[in-house]
Protein backbone atom coordinates (compact mmCIF):
# COMPACT_ATOMS: atom_id res chain seq x y z
CA UNK A 1 0.00 0.00 0.00
CA UNK A 2 1.44 2.87 -1.07
CA UNK A 3 2.37 5.41 1.96
CA UNK A 4 2.60 2.29 4.45
CA UNK A 5 5.31 0.24 6.14
CA UNK A 6 5.16 -3.22 5.39
CA UNK A 7 5.81 -4.38 8.94
CA UNK A 8 2.68 -3.05 10.09
CA UNK A 9 -0.98 -1.87 8.62
CA UNK A 10 0.27 2.01 9.90
CA UNK A 11 -0.28 4.17 7.29
CA UNK A 12 1.97 7.20 7.47
CA UNK A 13 1.92 11.06 6.73
CA UNK A 14 4.65 10.96 3.90
CA UNK A 15 4.57 12.17 0.44
CA UNK A 16 3.07 9.37 -1.04
CA UNK A 17 0.19 9.55 1.03
CA UNK A 18 -0.10 13.29 0.33
CA UNK A 19 -0.17 12.18 -3.66
CA UNK A 20 -2.83 9.89 -2.75
CA UNK A 21 -5.07 12.47 -1.20
CA UNK A 22 -4.49 14.86 -3.08
CA UNK A 23 -5.24 13.57 -6.49
CA UNK A 24 -8.23 11.91 -4.73
CA UNK A 25 -10.08 15.56 -4.24
CA UNK A 26 -8.95 17.09 -7.58
CA UNK A 27 -10.83 14.21 -8.86
CA UNK A 28 -13.65 15.02 -7.50
CA UNK A 29 -13.12 18.60 -8.28
CA UNK A 30 -12.51 18.16 -12.11
CA UNK A 31 -16.05 15.62 -12.07
CA UNK A 32 -17.59 18.26 -9.97
CA UNK A 33 -16.89 21.18 -12.39
CA UNK A 34 -17.64 18.83 -15.51
CA UNK A 35 -21.29 18.30 -13.98
CA UNK A 36 -21.25 21.83 -13.09
CA UNK A 37 -20.76 22.43 -16.77
CA UNK A 38 -23.48 20.41 -17.83
CA UNK A 39 -26.31 21.71 -15.53
CA UNK A 40 -25.30 25.46 -15.78
CA UNK A 41 -23.62 25.31 -19.06
CA UNK A 42 -23.33 29.70 -18.32
CA UNK A 43 -21.23 29.23 -15.70
CA UNK A 44 -18.20 28.71 -17.76
CA UNK A 45 -17.22 25.62 -15.55
CA UNK A 46 -13.63 24.14 -16.47
CA UNK A 47 -11.00 22.94 -15.65
CA UNK A 48 -7.16 22.43 -16.73
CA UNK A 49 -3.91 20.39 -15.45
CA UNK A 50 -0.84 21.95 -15.07
CA UNK A 51 2.64 20.49 -13.66
CA UNK A 52 0.40 17.74 -12.20
CA UNK A 53 -1.82 20.62 -10.42
CA UNK A 54 -5.94 20.65 -11.26
CA UNK A 55 -6.80 24.41 -11.71
CA UNK A 56 -10.71 24.16 -11.09
CA UNK A 57 -12.91 27.78 -12.40
CA UNK A 58 -16.83 27.30 -11.25
CA UNK A 59 -17.15 30.98 -10.78
CA UNK A 60 -15.20 33.95 -9.80
CA UNK A 61 -16.67 33.58 -5.71
CA UNK A 62 -16.67 29.72 -5.65
CA UNK A 63 -14.74 27.92 -3.18
CA UNK A 64 -13.97 25.12 -5.63
CA UNK A 65 -12.65 28.08 -8.08
CA UNK A 66 -8.77 27.54 -6.99
CA UNK A 67 -5.98 24.91 -7.30
CA UNK A 68 -5.14 21.60 -6.17
CA UNK A 69 -2.38 19.55 -5.89
CA UNK A 70 0.29 22.14 -6.69
CA UNK A 71 3.82 21.12 -6.14
CA UNK A 72 2.96 17.61 -5.04
CA UNK A 73 3.20 15.99 -8.11
CA UNK A 74 5.98 18.44 -10.60
CA UNK A 75 8.04 21.30 -8.85
CA UNK A 76 5.63 24.15 -11.33
CA UNK A 77 8.14 26.45 -13.31
CA UNK A 78 7.59 30.36 -13.65
CA UNK A 79 5.72 29.30 -16.84
CA UNK A 80 3.60 27.08 -15.33
CA UNK A 81 2.30 29.68 -12.32
CA UNK A 82 2.51 32.16 -15.55
CA UNK A 83 -0.48 29.51 -17.47
CA UNK A 84 -2.61 28.97 -14.25
CA UNK A 85 -2.74 32.29 -13.33
CA UNK A 86 -3.81 33.43 -16.92
CA UNK A 87 -6.79 30.78 -16.88
CA UNK A 88 -8.00 32.41 -13.55
CA UNK A 89 -7.29 36.11 -14.78
CA UNK A 90 -9.06 35.19 -18.05
CA UNK A 91 -12.32 34.37 -16.37
CA UNK A 92 -11.91 37.40 -14.05
CA UNK A 93 -11.03 34.83 -10.96
CA UNK A 94 -7.90 35.67 -8.26
CA UNK A 95 -5.76 32.29 -8.82
CA UNK A 96 -5.63 30.98 -5.87
CA UNK A 97 -3.65 27.38 -5.36
CA UNK A 98 -4.46 25.17 -1.76
CA UNK A 99 -0.68 24.04 -1.02
CA UNK A 100 0.08 20.85 1.27
CA UNK A 101 3.69 21.74 3.24
CA UNK A 102 4.81 18.74 1.51
CA UNK A 103 5.25 20.68 -1.65
CA UNK A 104 8.30 21.75 0.23
CA UNK A 105 9.24 25.56 1.28
CA UNK A 106 10.78 26.64 -2.11
CA UNK A 107 7.29 26.77 -3.32
CA UNK A 108 5.74 28.81 -0.77
CA UNK A 109 8.93 31.14 -0.89
CA UNK A 110 7.99 31.82 -4.75
CA UNK A 111 4.20 32.52 -4.47
CA UNK A 112 5.36 34.43 -1.93
CA UNK A 113 7.53 36.04 -4.46
CA UNK A 114 5.00 36.23 -7.03
CA UNK A 115 2.80 38.43 -4.80
CA UNK A 116 0.55 35.89 -3.37
CA UNK A 117 -0.27 35.70 0.56
CA UNK A 118 -2.34 33.09 2.76
CA UNK A 119 -5.95 33.44 2.94
CA UNK A 120 -6.83 30.06 5.06
CA UNK A 121 -5.64 26.51 6.45
CA UNK A 122 -7.25 23.50 6.11
CA UNK A 123 -6.52 20.20 7.52
CA UNK A 124 -6.88 17.26 5.35
CA UNK A 125 -7.56 13.93 8.07
CA UNK A 126 -7.05 9.97 7.03
CA UNK A 127 -7.71 6.79 8.70
CA UNK A 128 -7.93 3.26 7.53
CA UNK A 129 -11.45 2.30 6.41
CA UNK A 130 -13.39 -0.42 8.48
CA UNK A 131 -16.65 -0.99 9.68
CA UNK A 132 -17.56 0.94 12.56
CA UNK A 133 -19.96 0.58 15.55
CA UNK A 134 -23.05 1.56 14.83
CA UNK A 135 -24.76 4.47 16.25
CA UNK A 136 -26.33 5.04 19.24
CA UNK A 137 -29.26 6.76 18.38
CA UNK A 138 -31.99 4.58 17.44
CA UNK A 139 -33.67 7.27 15.93
CA UNK A 140 -31.20 8.52 13.14
CA UNK A 141 -31.52 6.56 9.92
CA UNK A 142 -29.29 7.44 7.12
CA UNK A 143 -30.04 6.60 3.11
CA UNK A 144 -28.97 7.89 -0.33
CA UNK A 145 -30.38 10.56 -2.14
CA UNK A 146 -32.94 9.64 -4.06
CA UNK A 147 -34.08 10.93 -7.24
CA UNK A 148 -35.92 14.14 -6.88
CA UNK A 149 -34.69 14.32 -3.66
CA UNK A 150 -32.07 17.48 -4.85
CA UNK A 151 -33.55 20.59 -3.58
CA UNK A 152 -34.04 19.10 -0.05
CA UNK A 153 -30.81 18.59 0.08
CA UNK A 154 -29.53 21.57 -0.87
CA UNK A 155 -32.16 23.20 1.91
CA UNK A 156 -30.56 21.38 4.27
CA UNK A 157 -27.02 22.07 3.71
CA UNK A 158 -27.77 25.75 3.38
CA UNK A 159 -29.50 25.40 7.01
CA UNK A 160 -26.42 23.20 8.08
CA UNK A 161 -24.04 26.28 6.92
CA UNK A 162 -26.44 29.40 8.48
CA UNK A 163 -23.19 30.64 9.89
CA UNK A 164 -22.23 31.60 6.70
CA UNK A 165 -24.73 33.44 4.85
CA UNK A 166 -22.66 34.51 1.60
CA UNK A 167 -22.79 30.98 1.10
CA UNK A 168 -26.64 30.46 1.11
CA UNK A 169 -27.19 30.69 -2.63
CA UNK A 170 -24.07 28.36 -3.72
CA UNK A 171 -25.51 26.16 -1.30
CA UNK A 172 -29.37 26.01 -2.37
CA UNK A 173 -27.93 25.11 -5.57
CA UNK A 174 -25.51 22.45 -4.96
CA UNK A 175 -27.55 19.17 -4.73
CA UNK A 176 -28.08 19.07 -8.49
CA UNK A 177 -24.53 19.49 -9.20
CA UNK A 178 -23.90 16.74 -6.67
CA UNK A 179 -26.33 14.62 -8.22
CA UNK A 180 -25.07 14.88 -11.83
CA UNK A 181 -21.28 14.84 -10.59
CA UNK A 182 -20.20 11.13 -11.90
CA UNK A 183 -19.55 9.16 -8.65
CA UNK A 184 -20.63 11.09 -5.86
CA UNK A 185 -23.08 9.51 -4.23
CA UNK A 186 -25.03 11.80 -1.87
CA UNK A 187 -26.81 10.54 1.73
CA UNK A 188 -28.98 12.19 3.75
CA UNK A 189 -30.08 11.18 7.86
CA UNK A 190 -33.13 11.24 9.19
CA UNK A 191 -34.09 11.93 12.62
CA UNK A 192 -37.30 10.17 13.53
CA UNK A 193 -38.43 10.52 9.95
CA UNK A 194 -37.18 13.95 9.09
CA UNK A 195 -34.68 14.72 7.41
CA UNK A 196 -31.91 16.70 8.98
CA UNK A 197 -28.29 16.13 7.69
CA UNK A 198 -26.36 15.85 4.70
CA UNK A 199 -23.15 14.25 3.86
CA UNK A 200 -21.21 13.00 0.43
CA UNK A 201 -18.66 10.26 -0.32
CA UNK A 202 -16.78 9.83 -3.50
CA UNK A 203 -14.90 6.57 -4.23
CA UNK A 204 -11.51 7.27 -5.90
CA UNK A 205 -7.93 4.69 -6.27
CA UNK A 206 -8.68 3.50 -3.09
CA UNK A 207 -10.02 6.40 -1.15
CA UNK A 208 -13.06 7.43 0.34
CA UNK A 209 -13.29 10.86 0.62
CA UNK A 210 -15.98 12.43 2.76
CA UNK A 211 -17.40 15.89 2.33
CA UNK A 212 -20.77 17.85 2.12
CA UNK A 213 -21.43 17.18 5.89
CA UNK A 214 -23.72 19.41 7.29
CA UNK A 215 -26.29 19.38 10.09
CA UNK A 216 -29.69 21.83 10.73
CA UNK A 217 -28.88 23.58 14.02
CA UNK A 218 -32.30 22.36 15.96
CA UNK A 219 -31.06 18.33 15.25
CA UNK A 220 -26.94 19.01 16.20
CA UNK A 221 -25.41 16.92 18.96
CA UNK A 222 -28.10 13.84 18.27
CA UNK A 223 -26.11 11.41 15.86
CA UNK A 224 -26.49 12.61 12.60
CA UNK A 225 -23.07 13.08 11.57
CA UNK A 226 -21.83 10.08 13.14
CA UNK A 227 -24.10 8.14 12.06
CA UNK A 228 -23.28 9.74 8.28
CA UNK A 229 -19.66 8.43 8.78
CA UNK A 230 -20.58 5.31 9.96
CA UNK A 231 -23.04 4.59 6.35
CA UNK A 232 -20.41 5.95 4.67
CA UNK A 233 -17.56 3.65 5.74
CA UNK A 234 -19.57 1.01 5.35
CA UNK A 235 -19.96 1.83 1.59
CA UNK A 236 -16.55 2.64 1.20
CA UNK A 237 -15.30 -0.58 2.17
CA UNK A 238 -17.64 -2.47 0.21
CA UNK A 239 -16.48 -0.73 -2.64
CA UNK A 240 -12.75 -1.84 -2.02
CA UNK A 241 -11.38 1.73 -0.39
CA UNK A 242 -8.68 1.09 1.83
CA UNK A 243 -8.04 4.79 2.80
CA UNK A 244 -10.95 7.35 4.02
CA UNK A 245 -10.07 11.23 3.46
CA UNK A 246 -11.75 14.32 4.68
CA UNK A 247 -10.97 18.07 5.38
CA UNK A 248 -12.13 20.63 8.08
CA UNK A 249 -10.86 23.87 9.46
CA UNK A 250 -8.11 23.39 11.83
CA UNK A 251 -9.49 22.80 15.32
CA UNK A 252 -12.72 23.09 14.13
CA UNK A 253 -16.11 20.89 15.67
CA UNK A 254 -15.68 19.12 12.16
CA UNK A 255 -12.30 18.33 12.63
CA UNK A 256 -13.06 17.44 16.11
CA UNK A 257 -15.52 14.98 15.37
CA UNK A 258 -13.53 12.90 12.58
CA UNK A 259 -10.79 12.54 15.53
CA UNK A 260 -13.21 11.40 17.79
CA UNK A 261 -13.75 8.67 14.83
CA UNK A 262 -10.18 7.58 14.51
CA UNK A 263 -9.00 10.14 11.63
CA UNK A 264 -5.58 11.60 11.88
CA UNK A 265 -4.30 14.88 10.93
CA UNK A 266 -1.96 13.62 7.52
CA UNK A 267 -0.56 18.33 7.19
CA UNK A 268 -2.56 21.04 7.05
CA UNK A 269 -3.15 22.78 3.69
CA UNK A 270 -2.15 26.37 3.05
CA UNK A 271 -4.26 28.19 0.61
CA UNK A 272 -2.82 31.13 -1.05
CA UNK A 273 -4.49 34.32 -3.52
CA UNK A 274 -2.16 36.12 -5.10
CA UNK A 275 -3.31 40.16 -4.85
Not at 34 to 58: C, D, K, L, Q
Not at 72 to 101: K, M, Q, T, Y
Not at 151 to 160: F, H, I, N, T, V
Request: aromatic share 8%; charged share 20%.
Amino acid sequence: MIGTDPRSSAVFSDLALAQRLERTEANAGAKFIEARARVTPHSRAEWIEVAGAYAMFEGKDSPITQTFGLGIFVPPSDADLDRLEAFFRDRGAPASHEVSPLAGVELAATLAGRGYKPIEHTSVMYRTVETLARNANPRIVTRRLAAGEESLWSSLAADGWSDNPELREYLLELGVVVAAAEGAIAFLAELDGRAVATAVLRCDGGVAMFAGAATIPDARNQGAQAALLQARMAYGASAGCDLAMMCAAPGSASQRNAERQGFRIAYTRTKWRLG
